[in-house]
């Protein structure tokens, strides 16, 4: 049965064996009166002639259902009076997605489970590292560095259905061989052997972005923060200073890439918001100009929903990177930082950076990356808890117990604040002014943590 839709303003014709149909086209409607045997074929040569048309149009029913083009129309139920759509262009699928059978039907989709395997994995990765660079030089070690750079190029190949997941954990393989060849025993070398061994997770992630033909936000960070951290302790090896410098100033960046980055990621381009070419000197509005009464917007809901995922990805991957390094630069700061007057400055910077990376966290409305720089600060935190509690003694319990009626206030306070969702302005204001006054406070501490104040201090005296 065809369905009679948008009928002409005239009764349906019928005389004999001929029928007439209206034909929807690019230059309007043409009404034709065709035999009643009449093919696709033949209509739509019948209405390029009339039409002007140098090519054969395609005929579809009002629905959208091609019409054969080598059998007459009256198979396909069409009668007369009926409406034919004929079209130029190429057809145009219908949305409704067929199920697919056969071999590769389904295809693993990238998703959380896949992206926990794939960080259990690179975690795994650079474990491997250290524990075959503890056993010393020998063919164990070489074996594992060997297997992991063939590992990391394996990950950073583009094959597989999940080859942008796994892509992005290529670069911890890569620096967990690095870690095998530059491990040194020693505290004035371990700045030097994390600097290479971020060093060749840049270079992973070098690797895999050149084979990619997308822009990865995830291996840009991997770059970029792998770049950083060897600058960091190649110009430290180079300058001559304590190891306790490089740990703080980690701790530092790490501390202000968690304000700063959402600002970069947020950053629209112009040629994003508004289309530089239309415009002129004279040109009232950005909208693109079109047939009819309305006029749509230039930027596609496309490009807009490609942009926030953009951002998405990119500060998930730096929330990432900040706790990675909070998580190495404040035991490692607590440790190396033996001096009473400098050790007093660490414990102030990482007291300090730990609040300022929580309050950070509330700003974020991203769960993935709030859920990131939550574990950073708490593993500031947590860090300082256990030096502390190493050097109470016989006085641990009762401490312990001050610490926690202290926590549990906290957790009352930080209850009642969360609860409203920080949208009260009072309690905004009151975080904002925290993550200001924490942020201000410890990089102050970097002066004492690093052992400036101490030099000038002993300078002056």
């Known amino acids: ?43 739509a040569r019948e209405y390029a002639r009339l039409a002007g048309l140098e090519v054969l149009p395609h005929l579809y029913s009002p629905l ?27 057809r145009e699928e219908r949305r409704t997605t067929a199920p697919q059978v056969g071999r590769g039907a389904e295809r693993v989709q990238p998703g959380r489970l896949s992206a926990l395997w794939f960080t259990l994995a690179g975690a795994l990765g650079l474990l491997a590292g250290w524990w075959a660079g503890q056993t010393g030089p020998g063919p164990e070690s070489s074996v594992v560095a060997a297997v992991l750079a063939g590992t990391a190029l394996l990950a950073a190949a583009p094959v597989g259905q999940l080859a942008g997941q796994r892509a992005v954990t290529a670069p911890a393989f890569g620096a967990g061989a690095a870690l095998v060849v530059a491990w040194s025993p020693g505290a004035e070398r371990l700045p030097m052997v994390l600097g290479t061994a971020a060093l060749g997770a840049a270079v992973t992630a070098a690797v895999a972005r050149s084979w990619r033909d997308e822009q990865d936000e995830a291996l840009r960070v991997w770059m970029v923060a792998g770049g950083a951290v060897f ?50 000197v004279t040109a009232w509005s950005a909208r693109d100009t079109r047939r009819g009464r309305r006029s749509s917007m230039v930027v596609t809901a496309d490009a807009v929903s ?11 991957a730096a929330a990432a990177a900040v706790a990675l390094a909070a998580v190495v630069g404040a035991p490692m700061l607590l440790a190396t930082a033996t001096l009473e007057l400098d050790r007093i400055g660490a414990w102030a910077q990482v007291l300090l950076a730990g609040g300022a990376l929580l309050l950070a966290a509330r700003s974020y409305r991203h769960r993935a990356a709030q859920g990131l720089l939550r574990v950073a600060g708490l593993a500031c935190w947590v860090a300082l808890a256990a030096v502390g509690l190493s050097l109470l003694g016989d006085r641990v319990l009762l401490v312990g117990g001050v610490v926690m009626a202290l926590a549990g206030g906290g957790c009352v306070a930080a209850g009642v604040a969360t609860g409203q969702g920080w949208r009260s302005l009072w309690w905004s ?12 406070l410890a990089l102050a501490a970097v002066l004492v943590a690093t052992g400036l104040f101490r030099f000038l201090w002993e300078l002056t005296s």
């Open 231 to 280: 600058v960091l302790a190649g110009t430290a090896a180079v300058v001559g200073v304590r190891p306790a410098v490089v740990w703080s100033l980690l701790l530092l960046a790490a501390m202000l890439a968690a304000r700063f980055v959402p600002s970069l990621a947020v950053d629209v381009p112009d040629q994003v918001l508004l289309d530089l070419d239309r415009l002129a």
């Open 1 to 43: 049965m065809s369905q009679r839709a948008l009928p002409r303003s005239g009764p349906a014709v019928r005389s004999g064996d001929t029928m007439a149909l209206s034909i929807h086209g690019p230059t309007g409607v043409l009404d034709l009166v065709v035999p009643d045997g009449a093919t696709g074929v033949d209509v």
């Open 429 to 440: 204001r009151r975080a904002e002014q925290g993550e200001a006054l924490s942020g201000a």
């Open 64 to 90: 959208g259902e091609a019409l054969p083009a080598q059998r007459p129309l009256s198979s396909a139920g069409v009668e007369a009076g009926d409406v034919v759509v004929a079209t130029t262009g190429a």
């Open 306 to 316: 490609g942009l926030v995922d953009r951002g998405s990805r990119l500060v998930t």
